[in-house]
């Protein structure tokens, strides 16, 4: 009985050390690491009761080592405890907060957001395979440079 009661809290002080060490925000992973700003910010609506995450999640984080060079941010909007100012100001934090407002409580995608325009390039869901994934993400940051050089050219001829 003694060794029961002893497992439990070792095991959940072992898992929360482990967490803590690791440094990260969001279960999301990876964070865009380069120094300009990211061109797409890849929000994950989720919950932790959420179905379609626990399919959707982890072929997200298979892909997203692929993109670790590239202007990608991953950032994970969680749900699990409803609908929480945090939330809300995370969204606000990472450029998204004319998207929020929309999809607020909605969990089960990830949205490809141009980080310049606001504008969502494509959604991520459960009937995405990695490989579409991949290719997702990849066109949305082609998508995205396309409209950075658009508004550079667009400077450059007001000059």
């Given at each position: ?110 949205l490809l957001v141009d980080r310049k325009t606001g504008d969502i390039i494509d959604s991520l869901t459960v009937n ?32």
């Amino acid at each position: 009985m003694r060794v029961k009661n002893f497992i439990f809290p070792a095991v959940l002080v072992v898992g929360l050390a482990v967490f803590a060490l690791t440094g990260r925000d969001s279960a999301s992973g990876a964070d865009y690491t380069l120094d300009r700003e990211p061109e797409v910010i890849a929000a994950t609506f989720s919950s932790a009761w959420c179905s379609s995450c626990k399919i959707l999640k982890p072929r997200l984080a298979e892909v997203m080592p692929d993109f670790a060079d590239q202007p990608v941010k991953f950032v994970e909007l969680d749900f699990t405890f409803g609908e929480r100012g945090a939330i809300e100001e995370q969204a606000r934090a990472e450029g998204l907060e004319n998207i929020y407002p929309r999809f607020k409580g909605a969990t089960g995608f990830t949205l490809l957001v141009d980080r310049k325009t606001g504008d969502i390039i494509d959604s991520l869901t459960v009937n995405y395979d990695k490989n579409a994934m991949r290719s997702a993400i990849a066109q949305a940051v082609a998508i995205a440079a396309r409209s950075d050089v658009g508004e550079d050219n667009n400077h450059d001829t007001e000059e």
